[in-house]
């Protein structure tokens, strides 16, 4: 059972989706109800820093969020990734299309810019 | 609160570090068109981005997840069908190395296509490979298994695209098929080295996104599928020089 929590917060035109625990093939329901959530904004900045877990059908699961957030014209944007957190992205090379910041105030800046 | 620092993630093990270009240890290929390559996942493919999800279902009594992927890792070349070739790294299927393929692009051609695979995530229940450049596809594809009920189910799931706009027109003309085929066949093998002896291989898949990505159109001039086309055509001449300073 995978145990994954995400939380949504709107400021201004972004939503912010704050990760907990996990996030695997089997977190889709919780992460696409968050996204579904975040409803038109036009930016999701993902939070990071409660993340605990990541394998790699996580990773596909966020190349699944980010076709969706494309399609519907938003921006996707990180933000409290730990070290190793960000060598995935570089790893799998999301971080081309997703852009990483350093703190939640750096993404909110950059989503409404 | 802990800073995300502080924390050492159960993963942590589990996924290789970035790498700028790719390297192998791998032997016995014909040729290594991998080494000085980056990787290329879905994100960086120019075709449609498909979900393919190929699986079997076996007793989890005799055989739990953790010992089917074991098994899967140990015998990986054994269960590709004929045609296609598996050469492992030297330390086997684990984070950060690199194994060098030959595939027919035609089945039963002795026409070879030389690419390969990084390991970027293997722990005791899945592994899971991400194409180079030059590969036919932009992709990764993760091996794993777990239990359901009774049985164990073991599955190999690819999000995927065409790495350039060639390779997508052939996908459209039967090569697709044929890569759907390869799965099922791997899958179909691994069952029976499992005992099963009439397998059911399950078959899903799901178009995640239907926009092709022009911007990676470029992409066909890593392809190792031209670059075997233009090596086949320009052998001859290759072959007459050779005698002619001979």
């Known amino acids: ?113 | 609160m802990t800073t995300p620092e502080l924390r050492t993630p159960r993963d942590e093990e589990s996924w290789a570090q970035p790498v700028d270009r790719l390297s192998t240890t791998a032997t016995g290929a014909g040729r290594d068109t991998v080494t000085g390559r980056r990787v290329a996942g879905p994100v960086q493919g120019f075709g449609q981005m498909w979900q393919k999800t190929f699986a079997i279902r076996v007793p989890a009594d005799e055989h739990p997840p953790e010992a089917v992927v074991a098994h899967w890792k140990q015998g990986f070349p054994t269960f590709w069908p004929g045609g296609a070739r598996f050469y492992a790294p030297l330390s086997g299927i684990a984070p950060g190395e690199v194994a060098l393929l030959e595939v027919s692009p035609v089945p039963g051609s002795p026409v070879k296509m030389s690419t390969g695979v990084m390991v970027i995530y293997a722990d005791r229940e899945s592994f899971t490979f991400m194409t180079p450049e030059g590969h036919a596809l932009s992709a990764w594809i993760t091996f794993s298994a777990w239990r359901d009920g009774d049985e164990t189910v073991a599955q190999a799931q690819a999000l995927e695209r065409t790495a350039d706009p060639l390779i997508e027109l052939s996908y459209l003309f039967g090569a697709n098929r044929a890569n759907d085929r390869f799965w099922e066949q791997t899958l179909a093998n691994l069952a029976r080295s499992l005992g099963v002896a009439d397998p059911i291989v399950e078959v899903r898949k799901v178009c995640v996104d239907r926009r092709r990505q022009w911007r990676y159109a470029g992409n066909v001039r890593h392809s190792a599928a031209v670059n075997m086309a233009v090596g086949t055509v320009t052998a001859p001449v290759r072959w007459f020089r050779r005698r002619r300073s001979a």
Request: without cysteine.
């Open chain 1, 1 to 113: 059972m995978t145990d994954t929590s995400v939380t949504v917060a709107r400021i201004g035109g972004a939503a912010i989706l704050r990760i907990h625990g996990e996030i695997t093939g089997g977190s889709e329901d919780a992460l696409m109800a968050a996204y579904t959530e975040a409803g038109d904004a036009r930016s999701i900045v993902l939070d990071f820093e409660g993340l605990e877990y990541m394998n790699s059908g996580g990773i596909g699961l966020l190349v699944t969020l980010l076709v969706r957030a494309r399609r519907a014209g938003q921006r996707l944007l990180a933000t409290g990734l730990s070290e190793h957190y960000r060598q995935i992205l570089s790893l799998t090379r999301l971080d081309e299309a997703i852009a990483i910041h350093d703190d939640e105030r750096a993404a909110l800046a950059a989503a409404t810019a």
